[in-house]
T-cell receptor
Framework: DQQVKQNSPSLSVQEGRISILNCDYT??????FLWYKKYPAEGPTFLIS?????DKNEDGRFTVFLNKSAKHLSLHIVPSQPGDSAVYFC??????????FGPGTRLSVLP | DTAVSQTPKYLVTQMGNDKSIKCEQN?????MYWYKQDSKKFLKIMFS???????INETVPNRFSPKSPDKAHLNLHINSLELGDSAVYFC??????????????FGDGTRLSIL
């Protein structure tokens, strides 16, 4: 049973435009959500997170939105840059109990 | 300085052999993890140690045995390697005690290939 889903395996966006990566989860006990970015032959790198008590968290070009009723979160990157091309993993945590990664979405930012 | 380092980066070996992967973190974190990324690219938790104590042990064959000599090191030993063990194994560390809301810092992975 896949508790964290990223239904788009890949996404292509033009440089300067907005990238929107989506993530859905099934376990209503998850209370913390994170996005990681991964380049080839490297480990995932933490990008941004959000607690379930919030609906938005922003850090520079990166904003994460959480819709608890829909069990959906999204990562917005504005403006997208070629260096943002990577695989983005959504992850969900239930404090001390569970930590699950999604399958990832490969983002390609075209110059 | 590399924050989380794992060795070797690549490991090619034959079925039935025993091998170890080493991991060290210099971030002063209390908790370390091993993940397996399979052919479908899912990252799945295998083990977690907090201050040398095993706190998370997912359903993993007992051929896999983690060892933590101190809180900065978490090694993974695999006995009687099987074809299905081929994957990329990632070590990670974080503050707090296992699955706290603290970001995990990952090593660059060890690609294990079983012939």
């Amino acid at each position: 049973d896949q508790q964290v889903k990223q239904n788009s395996p890949s996404l292509s966006v033009q440089e300067g435009r907005i990238s929107i990566l989506n993530c859905d989860y099934t376990n209503s006990m998850f209370d913390y959500f994170l996005w990681y970015k991964k380049y080839p032959a490297e480990g995932p790198t933490f990008l941004i997170s959000i607690s379930s008590i919030k609906d938005k968290n922003e850090d520079g070009r990166f904003t994460v939105f959480l819709n608890k009723s829909a069990k959906h979160l999204s990562l917005h990157i504005v403006p997208s840059q070629p260096g943002d091309s990577a695989v983005y993993f959504c992850a969900a945590s239930n404090y001390g109990q569970n930590f699950v990664f999604g399958p990832g979405t490969r983002l390609s930012v075209l110059p | 300085d590399t924050a989380v380092s794992q060795t070797p980066k690549y490991l090619v070996t034959q079925m039935g052999n025993d091998k170890s992967i080493k991991c060290e973190q210099n971030l002063g974190h209390d908790t370390m993890y091993w993940y397996k990324q399979d052919s479908k690219k899912f990252l799945k938790i295998m083990f977690s140690y907090n201050n040398k104590e095993l706190i998370i042990n997912e359903t993993v064959p007992n051929r896999f045995s983690p060892k933590s000599p101190d809180k900065a090191h978490l090694n993974l030993h695999i006995n009687s390697l099987e074809l299905g063990d081929s994957a990329v194994y990632f070590c990670a560390s974080s503050h707090g005690r296992g699955f706290s809301n603290q970001p995990q810092h990952f090593g660059d992975g060890t690609r294990l290939s079983i012939l």
